[in-house]
């Protein structure tokens, strides 16, 4: 399978419990990008990777968020002392620099519920 | 960030008919991308418009751009039940991210 691939699926987490979550993106891509989705809503950027320097955080991103790609390969998002407002479906996808025609390729995606 | 607007929110055709949906935006965009997203499933890229007035087809689905570009347009022509799910536009802000849009649902009826 040489899709974006992210782990795990399905995450239920108790409020104030911290959570990570992996992406593994096409091999072959260098920009790495993690959104979030509610219900009824479009993607909703969080922060992108170009190799393993993060360029670019959304201003909206609370500070209990951090994601890293230590190696420009697969990247974590982790979520600190979770709120019941973070539950939504977090979307990792990549691309390759410079070929824009090909637009993201998203992964499947881990659904968050914190109860 | 520049904000883009999908209309309609929700579009019920019978099978057989065209689907039009529009994005939307006050300010000029710079490129624009459209997705789709199957019930339950993730987005899915379909085309990126670049220049004004630009036109792209994919068998059933005309892509255009607005001469302004202010605008967008997706159009499906005679659909069938393989296009439900929901129609995304995605507008790339400063940097490399794209916004995307609150989307388009679309049913077809068999």
């Known amino acids: 399978d040489t899709g974006v691939s992210q782990n795990p699926r399905h995450k239920i987490t108790k409020r104030g419990q911290n959570v990570t979550f992996r992406c593994d993106p096409i091999?072959?891509?260098?920009?790495l990008y993690w959104y979030r989705q509610t219900l009824g809503q479009g993607p909703e950027f969080l922060t992108y990777?170009?190799?393993?320097?993060?360029?670019?955080k959304s201003r909206l991103l609370s500070d209990r968020f951090s994601a890293e790609r230590p190696k420009g390969s697969f990247s974590t998002l982790e979520i600190q002392r979770t709120e019941q407002g973070d539950s939504a479906m977090y979307l990792c996808a990549s691309s390759f620099l410079d070929r824009g025609d090909y637009g993201y390729t998203f992964g499947s995606g881990t659904r968050l519920t914190v109860v | 960030g520049q904000q883009v607007m999908q209309i309609p929110q929700y579009q019920h055709v019978q099978e057989g008919e065209d689907f039009t949906t529009y994005c939307n935006s006050s300010?000029?965009?710079?490129?624009i991308q459209w997705y789709k997203q199957r019930p339950g499933g993730h987005p899915v890229f379909l085309i990126q418009?670049?220049?004004?007035?630009e036109v792209k087809k994919q068998k059933r689905l005309t892509f255009q751009f607005g001469e302004a570009k202010k605008n967008s347009s997706l159009h499906i022509t005679a659909t069938q039940t393989t296009d439900v799910g929901t129609y995304f536009c995605a507008n790339r802000e400063y940097g490399q991210n794209f916004v995307f849009g609150p989307g388009t649902r679309l049913s077809v009826l068999p």
């Open positions: 418009l670049v220049k004004s007035g």
């Open positions: 990777f170009q190799n393993e320097a993060q360029l670019e």
């Open positions: 091999s072959e891509h260098n920009r």
């Open positions: 300010t000029t965009l710079s490129n």
